[in-house]
């Protein structure tokens, strides 16, 4: 497909990297993988497209390129409560950089090995733009997947980490603008998500419902919702923020990041009353913050409160078309 690098050269150079995974039985090479799945688990399969200049900005570094191109898919395993395994990668390449494709080969690879995933094959073909669909299957013990469906009224509601650092952290890197310390950590939180991978599995057979926050948290709250046929309400003041988004954003601006802005990654998660302890148990195990945001009642839709009063939030979140 390309001028100085074949096809066949590039696939062999980026992204055939040796597997040591017993799982495999044929990875990249052949015409298909050949995988063998643990009796008693089932597979979760998810893909995501980020595509260039829609999805993340021409300036991304291309490690932050392929690491988000993994993490957002192992977001969505995590979100199901699954253990990510495999990976695939469909490629559409406007030319062939070398040094672009080390990049995102080495972000790409840095993800995936952080939660021993196996690349095992993928497409590659040259286009106009930037394409990447990174497909992750995963695998969960039967019956123990999470879903968005399962919220009742009374649950309480979760969300894990920091919320809107990464919405933040895009506007500075699209600006050119990544100068101090701060607006450095907001960017990171844009170019390499922390997917809630152990937090997910851990949640599994214990939270009524999750999500992962893609879109923004209003949207996949609402997501849930809808999914689950429960209404909610968010108290918008206990959404959990870095320092680093308040310190760069006045109250009003940092609670637009953190309720539209979206690309975060974190998980929304509902849980009986009864489980609040376990819960917070585990995610200490997991060493990763949770917080709670609101609650699921009955009805239909999401309102937001903020100090205990209603609050009006004319919610955004990224819509393709
Ligand atoms: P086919 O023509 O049979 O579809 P290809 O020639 O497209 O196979 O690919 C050759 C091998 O390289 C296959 O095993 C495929 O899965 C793998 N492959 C192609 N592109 C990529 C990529 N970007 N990343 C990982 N593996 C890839
Ligand atoms: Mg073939």
């Not at 980026?14 to 799945?37: H, Y």
């Not at 070398?98 to 095992?120: P, R």
């Not at 039967?142 to 879903?147: E, H, Q, V």
């Not at 310390?181 to 809630?196: G, T, V, W």
């Amino acid at each position: 497909m390309v001028e100085s690098l074949d096809e066949f050269e590039l696939i062999q150079r980026f992204f055939d990297q040796p597997i040591t995974d017993d799982s495999v039985r044929v990875g990249v090479g052949d015409d298909g993988a050949v995988l063998v799945p643990e009796t008693g688990r089932e597979l979760v399969t998810v893909i995501d497209t980020l595509v260039g200049d829609v999805h993340f900005p021409a300036n991304l570094p291309p490690d932050a390129v392929g690491y988000r191109a993994v993490a957002v898919n192992l977001s969505d395993i995590a979100a199901m409560g699954a253990r990510p395994r495999w990976m695939t990668l469909a490629l559409t390449l406007d030319e062939a950089n070398e040094k672009w494709l080390e990049g995102f080969a080495a972000g790409l690879y840095a993800a995936a090995g952080e939660h021993n995933v196996s690349l095992v094959g993928g497409d590659t073909t040259r286009g106009t733009q930037k394409v990447i669909s990174v497909q992750i299957t995963g695998d969960v013990d039967a019956g123990m997947s999470m879903t968005r469906s399962g919220a009742s009224p009374g649950d309480l509601l979760f969300a894990s980490g920091t919320i809107g650092d990464a919405a933040a952290g895009l506007s500075f890197i699209r600006d050119g603008d990544v100068v101090t310390n701060e607006k450095q950590f907001l960017a990171d939180r844009f170019c390499r998500p922390s997917a809630r991978v152990s937090l997910g599995q851990a949640l599994a057979g214990v939270a009524s419902a999750a999500i992962d926050i893609s879109d923004g948290l209003y949207s996949d709250i609402l997501k849930l919702l809808d999914n689950s046929e429960v209404g909610g309400v968010l108290e918008v003041d206990s959404i959990p923020m870095s320092p680093a988004l308040r310190n760069a954003f006045d109250d009003e601006k940092s609670l637009q990041f953190a309720l539209a802005g979206g690309d975060d990654y974190e998980l929304c998660f509902t849980v009986l009353p009864g489980k609040k302890q376990a819960v917070s148990i585990l995610a200490e195990q997991c060493g990763v913050p949770i917080t709670q945001i609101g609650e699921v009642q009955a009805g239909s839709g999401l309102g937001c409160t903020r100090a205990g009063r209603s609050f009006d939030f004319d919610h955004g979140g990224y819509r393709h078309f």
